[in-house]
């Protein structure tokens, strides 16, 4: 079946640093890859996507890359700000037939920034 | 568009009682799912529609959960008898083809069973 794995939260970070969060998946065929954000109270918000292999799907400053050859689907960002503290989840979906849209999710990792 | 949108945001009620949440998607998908997030399993998908239509309930813990879709713009999962070991956030999210594979999540139910 399908699964995702996060890096271990939680992840403190001072602004200005360099963000890099874990993430790689386990599946059949050829997935999407996205990273959710959800900030305190409430639900979650897609940040980026990529579909296929060697994809790079970038928002707000993050960005990750589509890696098949290692299952792997970082989520980094060059220079955080006090305003990225939230959970980051990183999810999987086998698109196709009656599937569609149903996504994995990983166990989401904490990224707390401090001024 | 208002989103998609939860009632109620917060739910405290004593064990054995029956707890109904509600879910309004967004007008014009026709995707519907159910989440549950916990400390301890994280981000759980209990059951999800196409169509008003249940596709996959797998993810229902157990007899005391169920769902419906009566109509397009309304869902509700109930628990009956409510356990404390169902406190969690119950999260709804809708999304369509033209979304491509975009979920759209509500703000969420905080339930706490006590």
């Known amino acids: 079946g399908n699964s995702v794995t996060q890096m271990e939260g939680p992840v403190t970070l001072s602004e200005e640093a360099f963000l890099t969060i874990n993430c790689t998946y386990t599946a059949t065929g050829y997935p999407s890859l996205f990273w959710y954000v959800q900030y305190p109270g409430e639900g979650l918000q897609l940040l980026l996507k990529a579909t296929k292999a060697d994809d790079k799907g970038s928002n707000k400053g993050f960005e990750a890359t589509y890696r098949k050859e290692t299952t792997s689907f970082h989520l980094e960002k060059g220079s955080v700000q006090v305003s990225d503290s939230a959970v980051y989840f990183c999810?999987?979906?086998?698109?196709?037939?009656?599937?569609?849209?149903?996504?994995?999710f990983g166990q989401g990792t904490i990224l707390t920034v401090h001024p | 568009d208002a989103g998609v949108i939860q009632s109620p945001r917060h739910e405290v009620t004593e064990m054995g009682q029956e707890v109904t949440l509600r879910c309004k998607p967004i007008?014009?998908?026709?995707?519907l799912f159910w989440y549950r997030q916990t400390m301890m399993r994280g981000l759980e998908l209990l059951i999800y529609?196409?169509?008003?239509?249940?596709?996959?309930d797998s993810g229902m813990p157990e007899d005391r959960f169920s769902a419906k879709m009566p109509n397009a713009s309304f869902s509700t999962l109930k628990i009956q008898p409510s356990e404390p070991r169902d406190s969690a956030v119950y999260f709804c999210?809708?999304?369509?083809?033209?979304?491509?594979?975009?979920?759209?999540f509500g703000s969420g139910t905080q339930l706490s069973v006590l």
């Open positions: 007008s014009g998908h026709d995707y």
């Open positions: 999810a999987l979906s086998n698109a196709g037939g009656t599937s569609y849209g149903k996504l994995t």
């Open positions: 529609f196409n169509n008003n239509v249940p596709i996959d």
């Open positions: 999210a809708s999304s369509s083809r033209a979304t491509n594979e975009k979920l759209f």
